[in-house]
């Protein structure tokens, strides 16, 4: 999906359809997808983290890092 948003946005740019406006709303539209995506897919890891080491904090720690991941991801393209 990165490979995908970030040719769309050097299609965008090359043909002038994105303006500083429509750059803000895109970026805020892949940040709020990121945030969802990361947030659901940490969940489903640390629900499987704890019943694989029977620890909240490892699934909470593993989640974490794997929401920040998927923001990151979605913010560079």
Known sequence: AGSQTLTLMIRGLALEQIT???YLMLFRK???????????WALVIAVITYFWFGDWIIGGVIGLAIVINI???AISG
């Open 30 to 40: 892949e940040l709020g997808v990121g945030a969802i995506n990361g947030v659901l």
């Open 20 to 22: 500083p406006r429509t």
């Open 71 to 73: 923001i990151a991801a």
